[in-house]
């Protein structure tokens, strides 16, 4: 397996999630203090793309094991309400820049797992029950069957981290290691969104490309729960005075989550 699998952008869009059932307490949602004057929200429609993307969204941002309901519900909002705000205006390429869909460096909710030969087969037969003791929503909803290198993936439903579950794996028994099962960044998909929280207001920048190097890049601002756009920053021009407003520092591939 080489240590890894690349999956193509067009397979990781179709992969449906249920619904989180378990909510832990972190610092956004209700528990966000809003002074007066803040804008009033407004209702929005949201397809079934829009709520896997701010899943992943969560899972990726928050560096939980399994992020709260009140984040989710806080990125599907802000990012829609932009989408809502803006529409199809800002062009890159004659598309619509804000059509652009969050995608994690990694398949969130599946782990690649590595087993020694006695677990491995086990795990083919069916007879494999390391992972009961886990709680239950921890445990995989299908898995792959071992291949010859004692490989195989495991699935699981909500919006789970894999790296989180891949600490809680490595100490089953028969377990020798675990990798995320990484997705190719390639030019042609859905590219990285960087966020920023100032525990009142969501920032984005929209990117159109892997990182923050060379490209092109969208800053989107919310003030008192309106968003604004900022202006767009082009490979090859000067910084734009708002450029440091957005260097927080996100390694997207390697980001573990916000710092407490």
């Known amino acids: 397996m080489n240590g890894m699998k690349w999956v193509c952008f ?7 999630y249920s619904c989180n059932d378990f909510i832990e307490p972190d610092v956004f949602g209700p528990t966000v203090s809003r002074g007066s004057g803040y804008a009033r929200r407004i209702q929005l429609n949201y397809s079934h793309a829009d709520s896997i993307e701010a899943g992943n969204f969560a899972v990726w941002y928050s ?10 519900s806080e990125l599907l909002y802000s990012l829609n309400y932009l989408r809502y705000a803006f529409d199809d205006s800002i062009r890159f390429q004659n598309a619509p820049v804000l059509q652009q869909r969050f995608l994690a460096p990694w398949v969130v909710s599946e782990l690649l797992l590595k087993v020694d030969d006695t677990t491995a087969h086990k795990i083919n037969l069916g007879q494999y029950d390391g992972w009961n003791r886990l709680d239950e929503y921890l445990r995989p909803a299908y898995h792959d069957s071992a291949d010859v290198l004692a490989w195989l993936d495991l699935h699981f439903n909500g919006f789970l981290h894999p790296r989180r579950l891949g600490e809680l794996y490595r100490q089953l028994p028969g377990v020798i290691d675990w990798e995320e099962n990484l997705i190719f960044l390639g030019d042609w998909g859905a590219f ?7 525990g009142e207001d969501w920032s984005y920048l929209f990117t159109s490309g892997t990182g923050l190097g060379p490209g092109s890049a969208w800053y989107f601002r919310y003030v008192r729960g309106i968003p604004h756009y900022i202006g767009v920053w082009n490979s090859g021009e000067p910084e734009p005075p708002w450029w440091i407003d957005v260097q927080n520092g996100i390694d997207f591939v390697h980001w573990d989550g916000p710092p407490h």
Do not use: K, W
């Open 10 to 16: 067009l397979l990781v869009t179709i992969i449906a």
């Open 63 to 72: 560096g939980q094991n399994r992020p709260s309901d009140s984040l989710i």
């Open 192 to 198: 990285p969104i960087y966020p920023s929280f100032d």
